[in-house]
């Protein structure tokens, strides 16, 4: 059974970081690409970052770039986000997911459960 398990979320003040982790159980992910999405409450999920298979690419959304970095490690079969200056507009659900490298969910054919971040001001 495939398992994607995010960890990291927490609760952090406006200007602070956090490290998101999202471990991979059951398959290898070393050859396809990686992302990550986030979902505010009332709004659509949307995407946030992906790496290539071997994290010679990576993309990222407008919103957060510059202040976002996505990282893989094929050995640990885990792949990271690391969140710095966050702002509260940042506050949602963040999802890993595998199988693409693009910014449409539908490209992604694993999923996670998800993982709370919350930003105060």
């Known amino acids: 059974q495939v398992q994607l398990v995010e960890s990291g979320g927490g609760l952090v003040q406006a200007g602070g970081s956090l490290r998101l982790s999202c471990a991979a159980s059951g398959r290898t992910f070393s050859s396809t690409g990686m992302g990550w999405f986030r979902q505010a409450p009332g709004k659509e999920r949307e995407f946030v970052a992906a790496i290539s298979w071997n994290g010679g690419n990576t993309y990222y959304a407008d919103s957060v770039k510059g202040r976002f970095t996505i990282s893989r490690d094929n050995a640990k079969n885990t792949k990271y986000l690391q969140m710095n200056s966050l702002k509260p507009e940042d506050t949602a659900v963040y999802y890993c997911?595998?199988?693409?490298?693009?910014?449409?969910?539908?490209?992604?054919?694993?999923w996670g459960q998800g993982t709370q971040v919350t930003v105060s001001s």
């Open positions: 997911a595998a199988g693409g490298v693009t910014t449409r969910i539908k490209d992604y054919a694993y």
